[in-house]
């Protein structure tokens, strides 16, 4: 397991509900919450081993009706990441498809894709040597967006955890590829939120310090 710095998360459930009711108020968007749901009880009573950041946002997101508002920015920031409920979060698979026009649900099975190194991005857009193939693979997707001829998902990574136990978070685009990588899943919601407000084409890195509203402190330091 490979051990990181503090990730510099902060937040609770309370604080992600704040955040992203916020956030869809930016886009016009009313988010309700439902007043009886307990954030709490739903955290410590958690199905799977799971860092704080995402258990919290989990929490927060069944609280305000399990809508879909995180925006798939590599293709377009009209179309929505399919949140998996935490009994229906699994490893990674990916493959290499045979012949240019085959549909994606006809895909045959040949030699697992791997990612080059010098396409697995570090933290602070500096590169390390831990090896993509084993970082992917072992990788929880706990969302995903599916459309012919492509795959976008988010994925957790229990083997490499941060001093505060935050595990890395990853925003993989199967067509790049390229892989984006954050301390905690909370920061990679950061940096979805970041340029879905900020409308970019290019969904540059943005970090915690481009947020131009600061409403990213409310979860991390």
């Known amino acids: 397991m490979k051990k990181l710095g503090h ?12 955040f992203l009711i916020a956030w869809q ?4 968007i009313q988010l309700e919450y439902k007043k009886n749901f307990e954030l709490d009880a739903y955290v410590r009573n958690f199905p799977i081993d ?13 609280a305000l009706g399990e809508k879909k508002f995180m925006p798939v920015v ?6 929505f990441f399919n949140l998996r409920n935490p009994d229906a979060v699994e490893c990674l698979a990916l493959c290499h498809s045979i012949g240019k026009f085959v549909l994606e649900e006809n895909w045959e099975l040949t030699i697992p894709l791997t990612l080059a190194a010098g396409d697995y991005r570090n933290y602070s857009i500096e590169q390390d040597n831990l090896p ?15 459309f ?21 978070a990853c925003y993989f685009d199967a067509n790049s590829p390229c892989s984006v990588r954050f301390l ?14 900020m409308n970019k084409d290019d969904f540059s890195w943005q970090g915690r310090d481009e947020d131009p509203t600061g409403l990213s402190k409310l979860l991390l330091d």
């Not at 799971?50 to 069944?62: D, E, G, L, N, V």
């Open 132 to 146: 993509s193939d084993k970082a992917h693979f072992c990788s929880w997707v706990v969302a995903n967006y599916r």
């Open 50 to 62: 799971a860092p704080a950041s995402y258990k919290h946002f989990m929490a927060a997101w069944r």
């Open 148 to 168: 012919i001829g492509g795959h976008v998902f988010i994925l957790i990574n229990p083997l490499v955890r941060s001093a505060d136990g935050e595990w890395e």
């Open 7 to 18: 990730s510099g998360y902060k937040g609770t459930p309370a604080a992600w509900v704040e």
């Open 184 to 197: 905690s899943f909370a920061e990679l919601v950061v940096y979805l939120y970041i340029n879905d407000i």
């Open 25 to 28: 108020n930016k886009k016009g």
């Open 74 to 79: 590599s293709v377009d920031n009209s179309e």
